[in-house]
């Protein structure tokens, strides 16, 4: 959230920032505005109320004990008044606080100047790509077919027991989404990033701390009795660790991690480019999430970046990291930066993590702050990045490591998940064995 007095004293640059977003906010900043004027114009009214009915008890006090009792009943008439008049002041400075902070609500974060200008994902800017490109034999298959061959991930299962989104990874593909989710765990804590298991679900005031409320788009799946929502990211969830918290500035940085499921409704998401592991409803990822000096924030930023590069580079998977435009860009975010994987049976890029720095967004909803040298409170910079996706880097390795023979399973889980190849034996005995079991129900 935007703090207020920087709306305040910055209109102008509010207003264009805001346009690099493709938003039109003058009048939303103007109405800002004029509710905080009329807020601390009540407040200041209120206080005098409050500072007079203060004198007048003390008077009372002095006039009873002088004997004074006419004057001090005259007095009293008027704290009586006084206090009808403050009632209605703070009622009406909480009706304005309240209406301010659901304003602020509505307003983005501010993109930091490198952000380009842009409408869609196509004007985003490619800052980095490596990897070479696999050459595949001729009867090479998008995903969704390869986890039929090898029968590895079953979506028909899936929307049996739930519905479309849900798949059911099984065999080494359970196998195969297992050693990821470690070695993205075993990579992030020896960066130095401290583990932590979380809960699934959160309540509001977790939501309304990160950011993903209000939810603007309904893509949060949520329990109206007992009032939580399931995440969608781990985010959300480590980030609210912090929510409340005034730290000592020597405690800074502090770097977490966390595997958890995600859940997202992606309302609206059809065609060909959600098939298979493309889109998901229901997803694994592994998290990180920084709490930074202000000072400190862009370098962590950049370390961040160099992590998820690492990564890439072990699972020799060829990627491209872009700066997303203002018009791409979360709602919550100064800078953020995408990581895709190119799919080479799909001839085409997918987005396989965003790393980001929010400033004091999220820390300023979260009332996350730091005492400072000086021993003054001041808001910290919160980041987060995933670390990975596992949804679209699994798609990106069964497409990219199809050979003939079989899915090659990249060298640096080869210990993680106890094999080196998936091959077509196991899934013909499996297929096999399915018909013969169905065979014998029959006689």
């Known amino acids: 959230m935007l703090k207020i007095a920087f709306i305040r ?26 509710l905080d004027e009329k807020r601390r114009a009540t407040q ?54 309240a209406e301010l902070l659901e304003k602020l609500y509505t307003l983005p974060n501010l993109p930091a100047d490198i952000v380009p200008e842009g409408k869609t994902p196509e004007e985003n800017v490619n800052v980095f790509q490596e990897g070479d490109i696999p050459v595949l034999h001729e009867n090479a298959q998008p995903h969704w077919e390869l986890v039929k061959k090898y029968d590895i991930i079953d979506f028909e299962f899936g929307v049996k027991i739930t519905g479309a989104g849900f798949p059911v990874y099984k065999g080494k593909g359970a196998r ?34 990160t950011g993903q409320l209000p939810d603007k788009e309904g893509q949060m799946y949520y329990d109206k009795t007992d009032d939580l929502y399931l995440i969608p990211t781990a985010e959300v969830p480590v980030t609210n660790l912090f929510r409340d918290v005034i730290l000592n500035e020597n405690e800074l940085p502090i770097l977490t991690t966390a595997y958890t499921p995600c859940f997202r409704r992606e309302a609206g998401s059809y065609g060909a480019h959600v098939r298979g592991l493309n889109r998901l409803h229901q997803f694994d ?43 791409d860009m979360g709602f919550t975010s100064a800078l953020t930066y995408d990581f895709e ?4 049976a799909q001839d085409r890029w997918l987005e396989i993590s965003s790393v980001s720095n929010f400033e004091t967004f999220q820390a300023n909803r979260l009332k996350l702050r730091f005492k400072d040298k000086d021993g003054k409170n001041q808001l910290a910079h919160t ?61």
């Open 176 to 209: 195969l989404q297992r050693a990821l989710i470690n070695y993205f765990l075993d990579k992030n804590t020896a960066a130095g990033y401290n583990e932590v298991q979380v809960p699934h679900m959160v309540n509001e005031a977790s939501a309304y701390g």
């Open 383 to 443: 980041l987060n990045g995933s670390a990975l996706a596992l949804p679209r880097v699994l798609a990106g390795i069964l497409e990219n490591y199809q050979t003939p023979e079989g899915i090659v399973i990249p060298e640096v889980l080869r210990p993680y998940c106890g094999f080196d190849i998936i091959d077509s034996f196991l899934a013909f005995i499996r297929t096999a064995n399915s018909q013969i079991l169905i065979t014998l129900k029959k006689k």
């Open 44 to 97: 200041v009214e209120l206080d005098g109320v409050l500072s007079e009915s203060n004198k007048l008890s003390k008077d009372i006090g002095e006039l009873m004990k002088n004997g004074e009792k006419s004057k001090a009943a005259i007095l009293k008439e008027k704290t009586v008044l006084n206090k009808e008049k403050s009632k209605k002041l703070a009622e009406t400075a909480d009706a304005l606080a």
């Open 341 to 344: 994987v190119f799919s080479t």
């Open 9 to 34: 004293e910055n209109q102008e640059k509010v207003i264009n920032a805001l346009a690099k977003r493709n938003m039109d906010a003058k009048s939303i900043v103007e109405e800002v505005v004029q």
């Open 285 to 327: 990822k592994v998290e990180i999430v920084r709490v930074e000096h202000p000072d400190k924030s862009y370098e962590a930023l950049d370390g961040m970046v160099d992590h998820v590069k690492n990564i890439l580079q072990e699972l020799k998977l060829p990627y491209r990291i872009l700066r997303l435009c203002g018009g």
